[in-house]
């Protein structure tokens, strides 16, 4: 599984269930600072706030953007209500791994919510965006989760020059992983045991 990082919320997630690649782009919204991709070819497309202000989706992707659980392409997918009207968080279980997207939010998780995104190895969390966790919160939740990597998103970057660095998260949590990666590429075999990972991506 590869996972890349498309800037604020936008993720891309390229796993391969069976024996065909797929691709699932979650929040591909168009941002009104700095660079974001025109269009995109996504097998999946995945929103946490709508389907308003996207950028262009090429192709016929599945399209999902309300609570529910669906299978498709090989991919279980379970959104939980989000905390605002027209939100949600999302978990998506592939090749033996389950990666938990939680929006951009600023509140601890509800019991509900909390029940759907326990017992999965990736989160990727909001860090620094000002609608998003600061540094205290956002370890007060991986604390509560447990995940066994976290995967930072919406800090300082292009389209959020407001929003505050990595940094400042990276020093709280203790993680000297702080060199940003390209993407991360994950086998269920080598998620870490003990330890929680943090891997901060560059962005695509």
Not at 15 to 28: A, E, M, R, S
Not at 32 to 59: H, N, Q, V, Y
Not at 178 to 183: A, D, F, I, R, V
Request: glycine share 6%; with cysteine; aromatic share 4%.
């Amino acid at each position: 599984m590869h996972i890349s990082w498309l800037g604020n919320s936008a993720i891309k997630i390229q796993t391969k269930p069976f024996d065909k690649d797929v691709t699932i782009i979650i929040d591909p919204y168009k941002q009104t600072k700095g660079s974001c991709p025109r269009s995109l070819t996504p097998d999946i497309a995945l929103f946490t706030r709508g389907e308003k202000d996207i950028i262009t989706l090429s192709g016929e992707p599945f399209v999902f953007s309300t609570p529910g659980e669906v299978d498709t392409r090989g991919v279980l997918i379970t959104a939980v209500e989000g905390h605002e009207a027209g939100q949600i968080m999302l978990r998506i279980d592939s090749e033996d791994m389950t990666i938990a997207h939680v929006g951009i939010i600023k509140k601890q998780l509800t019991p509900r919510q909390l029940e759907v995104l326990s017992n999965i190895d990736i989160l990727c969390l909001p860090v620094g965006h000002p609608d998003s966790f600061d540094v205290e919160n956002a370890i007060k939740l991986i604390n509560e989760i447990e995940p066994k990597i976290v995967i930072p998103f919406a800090f300082n970057s292009d389209n959020d020059p407001d929003a505050k660095a990595i940094e400042g998260f990276l020093k709280e949590i203790g993680s000297k992983n702080g060199l940003p990666e390209k993407k991360l590429i994950i086998k269920e075999k080598d998620l870490p045991e003990e330890d929680t990972l943090v891997v901060v991506l560059e962005k695509e």
